[in-house]
């Protein structure tokens, strides 16, 4: 799915109280392969990302392959509840 969302330059996530993340990488056909064997996933578009009230959410990418956002100028995270801090 990641390849489909190559053209994204803005991501919001609002009022998602059963997401744990927004992101998980689940197999190799996910990952872009670079130049040698390092895996990244690659969003060269996204600028900005913001996350609103989402209070089980505990991260926000869950993989093992390096994510990469090189125009990523805005990360927000608004509204979190108490319950979500204390994960």
């Not at 919001?12 to 064997?37: F, H, L, P, W, Y």
């Not at 913001?50 to 805005?74: A, K, M, N, P, W």
């Amino acid at each position: 799915m990641v390849r489909s969302l190559m053209q994204l330059d803005h991501l919001e996530v609002k009022q998602c109280t059963r997401m744990d993340a927004v992101i998980m990488e689940e197999g190799s056909e996910n990952v872009i392969t670079e130049e040698g064997s390092e895996k990244k996933i690659i969003l060269p578009y996204l600028s900005q990302i913001i996350l609103e009230s989402c209070s089980d959410l505990t991260s926000f990418y869950v993989g093992s392959s390096t994510f990469q956002c090189e125009l990523l100028t805005r990360f927000e995270v608004l509204h979190l509840l108490r319950h979500s801090l204390e994960s």
